[in-house]
């Protein structure tokens, strides 16, 4: 057997160029292999995330009832028990940060231009706490704090060409069906989060003067969220509240980015389908360099046979050395995708056009590659496994050859 391993590895890259050929091919499979996989898990990693830190939390409690309507942004649903859930939320789970905050359907404009926008009333200094939505800061002038003021998603603002210190007019629908407008409200600040429905559609209103503009009591809001140390506690606090309020509805993050990761398990799909072509390419290349090595050395093989090594020996002598080649293209290739994955985790790519092109399929603007140790070894031993399976047909032909005829051939 020691002979036949110092006869593999002297064999394996008898023939240089085909064999470069053959660990270049495995190589652009593996790579590819690892970058494809770090890139859908950084981009499902990024939306999650954002939704998470920006929007959602870990859980979301409201009424049964408000789901059906939860699109034209009702405030006259009772939600009786939240500060009930809040407190319940926090005995449960003494590490969570809980909020409370109110959604409404807001129309914004500058007395020329009016656009509709999602508003929020939320207390700022408990909001920013959870949610990572930068600094909801009152103006610092202490005139213009004693007047309406709001906080605005960024790209919202661009639309109008707004910017912090410039004053807009809100109209809103208010808890009892009557409309309300406040003409020149403040904008105390510009939000940028990541997430396409905070930058693009929100308006942020503090409490203390929004309760008054959309009649709303004390204490009132339309959804409580929760964010634990443990993400997995998610699905205990929703059989917590659900089991103690039948009548409240408690979606986890994990259901609230079901259709996110979905759409990104096409894509995931999509890339690997390619990588796979490529892989292909490469088990082809491996079973021509295989081959033609048989034809190349059919007295060396017949001079095997002749001395008395058994035909598993010739076998066993062609699949070693079809996965030296494979085991060196397979470990360069993973090498350079997982140094390739890291450089793209800490320098994010620009993707804010990319969404377009996929056909409106969600992207985070900024995509952080995420690396993971099974994405490596997985790679490297999909091109082991390529090579392998390649090798085996002529392996077995090249084992099968006649010594005497062998022997004789020129």
């Given at each position: 057997?020691?002979?036949?391993?110092?006869?593999?590895?002297?064999?394996?890259?008898?023939?240089?160029?085909?064999?470069?050929?053959?660990?270049?091919?495995?190589?652009?499979?593996?790579?590819?292999?690892?970058?494809?996989?770090?890139?859908?898990?950084?981009?499902?990693?990024?939306?999650?995330?954002?939704?998470?830190?920006?929007?959602?939390?870990?859980?979301?409690?409201?009424?049964?009832?408000?789901?059906?309507?939860?699109?034209?942004?009702?405030?006259?649903?009772?939600?009786?028990?939240?500060?009930?859930?809040?407190?319940?939320?926090?005995?449960?789970?003494?590490?969570?940060?809980?909020?409370?905050?109110?959604?409404?359907?807001?129309?914004?404009?500058?007395?020329?231009?009016?656009?509709?926008?999602?508003?929020?009333?939320?207390?700022?200094?408990?909001?920013?706490?959870?949610?990572?939505?930068?600094?909801?800061?009152?103006?610092?002038?202490?005139?213009?704090?004693?007047?309406?003021?709001?906080?605005?998603?960024?790209?919202?603002?661009?639309?109008?060409?707004?910017?912090?210190?410039?004053?807009?007019?809100?109209?809103?629908?208010?808890?009892?069906?009557?409309?309300?407008?406040?003409?020149?409200?403040?904008?105390a600040g510009l939000i940028r989060t990541g997430s396409p429905m905070t930058d693009n559609?929100?308006?942020?209103?503090?409490?203390?003067?929004?309760?008054?503009?959309?009649?709303?009591?004390?204490?009132?809001?339309?959804?409580?969220?929760?964010?634990?140390?443990?993400?997995?506690?998610?699905?205990?606090?929703?059989?917590?509240?659900?089991?103690?309020?039948?009548?409240?509805?408690?979606?986890?993050?994990?259901?609230?980015?079901?259709?996110?990761?979905?759409?990104?398990?096409?894509?995931?799909?999509?890339?690997?389908?390619?990588?796979?072509?490529?892989?292909?390419?490469?088990?082809?290349?491996?079973?021509?360099?295989?081959?033609?090595?048989?034809?190349?050395?059919?007295?060396?093989?017949?001079?095997?046979?002749?001395?008395?090594?058994?035909?598993?020996?010739?076998r066993i002598l062609f699949l070693v050395e079809t996965l030296i080649i494979g085991g060196?293209?397979?470990?360069?290739?993973?090498?350079?995708?997982?140094?390739?994955?890291?450089?793209?985790?800490?320098?994010?790519?620009?993707?804010?056009?990319?969404?377009?092109?996929?056909?409106?399929?969600?992207?985070?603007?900024?995509?952080?590659?995420?690396?993971?140790?099974?994405?490596?070894?997985?790679?490297?031993?999909?091109?082991?496994?390529?090579?392998?399976?390649?090798?085996?047909?002529?392996?077995?032909?090249?084992?099968?050859?006649?010594?005497?005829?062998?022997?004789?051939?020129?």
């Amino acid at each position: 057997m020691r002979f036949l391993l110092r006869l593999a590895f002297r064999n394996a890259l008898r023939n240089k160029r085909r064999s470069l050929f053959t660990i270049a091919s495995l190589f652009l499979g593996t790579s590819l292999f690892v970058a494809a996989k770090s890139f859908v898990d950084g981009i499902e990693l990024t939306l999650v995330s954002t939704q998470i830190d920006t929007e959602h939390g870990h859980i979301r409690v409201v009424p049964t009832a408000y789901l059906s309507e939860e699109d034209y942004k009702p405030l006259d649903i009772p939600f009786p028990e939240v500060s009930a859930v809040a407190e319940f939320l926090r005995a449960q789970f003494p590490d969570a940060q809980v909020v409370t905050r109110s959604t409404f359907s807001a129309q914004i404009g500058d007395g020329v231009r009016s656009l509709s926008a999602r508003g929020l009333v939320v207390d700022p200094t408990k909001y920013v706490d959870m949610f990572r939505v930068g600094e909801l800061k009152a103006p610092t002038d202490a005139a213009l704090a004693k007047r309406p003021y709001c906080w605005l998603g960024a790209d919202l603002a661009r639309t109008f060409g707004w910017k912090e210190g410039d004053r807009l007019f809100l109209k809103a629908k208010t808890r009892s069906g009557t409309i309300n407008a406040q003409d020149g409200v403040i904008i105390a600040g510009l939000i940028r989060t990541g997430s396409p429905m905070t930058d693009n559609f929100t308006i942020f209103v503090p409490s203390v003067w929004a309760d008054d503009f959309l009649n709303l009591t004390p204490g009132f809001a339309t959804e409580v969220y929760a964010r634990f140390k443990v993400a997995d506690d998610a699905e205990r606090a929703e059989i917590a509240v659900t089991g103690k309020w039948p009548n409240l509805d408690a979606e986890t993050w994990r259901e609230n980015t079901k259709f996110v990761r979905a759409l990104n398990d096409i894509r995931r799909q999509h890339f690997f389908l390619v990588v796979g072509i490529i892989l292909l390419i490469g088990a082809l290349s491996v079973a021509n360099t295989c081959l033609m090595a048989g034809f190349e050395r059919t007295k060396e093989v017949g001079t095997l046979l002749a001395l008395g090594y058994p035909q598993r020996s010739v076998r066993i002598l062609f699949l070693v050395e079809t996965l030296i080649i494979g085991g060196l293209g397979a470990f360069i290739g993973v090498a350079f995708g997982a140094a390739a994955s890291a450089w793209f985790g800490v320098h994010p790519i620009e993707l804010a056009n990319i969404s377009d092109a996929e056909g409106g399929m969600p992207m985070p603007p900024l995509l952080h590659f995420h690396l993971t140790p099974p994405a490596v070894w997985i790679g490297f031993l999909i091109g082991l496994a390529v090579a392998l399976v390649a090798a085996v047909y002529p392996a077995i032909r090249a084992s099968r050859l006649d010594p005497i005829v062998a022997l004789r051939e020129d």
